[in-house]
């Protein structure tokens, strides 16, 4: 499919100086949920390649999600926007392999992997979880790759105002959707994933100033 490797999606996470610095860095615009969120946001992390390119990156909005036993999805109320820049089948920095494209499956990927890296399931033991969460990061790879199967659903969502498709998909873990902004918004996709929060009254939106995200 035409997505990054499981390798480059899950790039070396970049935190230069200040995180805010990491954003700065892009070379595309990053997405976040539009002004009627009037709640909390913070920055996470930007994924970058061995070269040292912003390739994709994740802004929060709502409660700071955990993954403590005792916290159960019925107290957490967060969204995460993913925001992947749109890259086409190019050589790897050391010039020995070739990346494939991003896509909106990218996007859906690291959306379902994000989602899963903030959930504990309250009746498995601590040691288990790690395998528990390499079988599920498998499914939501695969799940990735097949948008078009009966796991997923359409949804419209505005991204800078425009009706826009996503693919939609819900678990008991909570809700993963992916999309690509309009051609015109520098080529990037946008995946995002919650718990609490209605996918369904999420609206997305260029961040014009990155001060707004706290970290």
Do not use: C, N
């Amino acid at each position: 499919m035409e997505t990054t490797s499981r390798t480059a999606a899950q790039a070396v996470s970049a935190d230069v100086g200040r995180k805010v610095d990491g954003y700065l860095l892009a070379a595309f615009p990053w997405y976040g949920l539009d002004e009627a969120f009037t709640g909390p946001r913070w920055l996470m992390r930007v994924g970058v390649a061995a070269d040292g390119t912003v390739e994709h990156g994740a802004t929060g909005h709502g409660e700071t999600p955990t993954i403590r036993v005792e916290t159960t999805k019925e107290t957490e109320r967060f969204a995460v926007v993913v925001t992947v820049a749109d890259r086409p089948v190019r050589r790897s920095a050391d010039g020995t392999g070739v990346l494939d494209a991003t896509s909106v499956s990218t996007a859906a990927w690291l959306a379902g992997s994000g989602l899963l890296a903030q959930t504990w399931p309250s009746q498995m033991d601590r040691t288990l979880r790690d395998d528990w969460l390499d079988q599920q990061t498998m499914i939501a790879w695969e799940l990735a790759d097949d948008l078009d199967g009966e796991s997923w659903s359409e949804l419209i969502l505005p991204v800078d105002g425009v009706p826009t498709p996503f693919r939609y998909r819900e678990s008991e873990y909570g809700w993963v959707l992916a999309g690509s902004a309009s051609e015109d918004a520098d080529g990037v996709h946008i995946g995002a994933y919650g718990r609490g929060m209605s996918a369904y009254g999420v609206a997305f939106s260029v961040i014009q100033d990155l001060a707004g995200y706290e970290g």
